[in-house]
């Protein structure tokens, strides 16, 4: 009796070790199957950042190309075709008129360096890193109310902090579209771009007054530029927030949390607060 008592808490006691022990390995591959799915969702995500990344520096420099050929076109080439046609009368003037028609072709020559010199530094991304954003859409801004195209006006409110190299690049993009956007099909005289930067809050404001569109259209429009917006403000963890109606304009708002780190292709996000 005694040894079949012992017999049956040897085999219990078997039995609870191997169903321990089982449990055990199928908790450890299970860990570690859900390892490797993270690690693989990881290389993912981080794939599909640089490959949207680098979408968003061949866009940029799609754009800065027009701009550059449409600026070489309608104002290098037209001062530079005056200074020829001045230097031509001033050969054929008297000596006083002669000097005066030199020295206002070295004012233009001189004016077409400088254009040039923007327009080369411009062409790289690196113009961003080294201005910062702001500075980067003043510029822009400068450049279309020069245009004469619309009127732009550009504020920023708070202590202006960097929000790292890949974040303002993204953002300029976002800028760039809403810009183009504007441009091609809203009609408007006046945009209104503002940043304000708070402690933990930065938010990119674009609003217009030009025709607006039904809340419908913009249902409709999911594959266009301003599904783009959001996908671009999704991919550095921001939000984008597109309100419009018919008459009323087209406000386009993105809103990031600096202070909010995430793991992005080089593994981790700098930013003011890193």
Known sequence: MADQSLRILLLATGALFTGITGFIIYF???????QLKNKRDQEQLQ????????????????????????????NVTQVLSFVKLS???????????KQTKINESRELVAQVITDLRDLSKSLSFEHITQLGLVKTIEIETKRINKSGIINVSLSAEGDIYP???????VLFRIFQETLNN????????????????????????????????????????????????ENRATLIGATATINSSPGKGCCVKVSLNPLEQRLYADGYHPSRFS
């Open 28 to 34: 450890v591959v299970l860990y570690r199957n859900k």
């Open 47 to 74: 794939s599909a950042f640089r490959q949207e990344l680098l979408k968003t520096q061949i866009e940029m420099q799609e754009q800065t190309l027009l701009y550059v050929s449409r600026e070489i076109h309608d």
């Open 87 to 97: 230097l031509a009368m001033a050969a054929k003037g008297a000596e006083d008129h």
């Open 163 to 169: 929000l790292g190299e890949q974040r303002e690049l």
């Open 182 to 229: 504007t441009l091609k099909h809203s009609g408007a005289k006046h945009l209104k771009i503002a940043l304000q930067y708070h402690s933990e809050l930065f938010n990119l404001t674009l609003e217009d007054d030009g025709d607006g569109f039904s809340a419908i259209l913009l249902d409709k429009s999911k594959g266009s530029g301003l599904k783009n917006i």
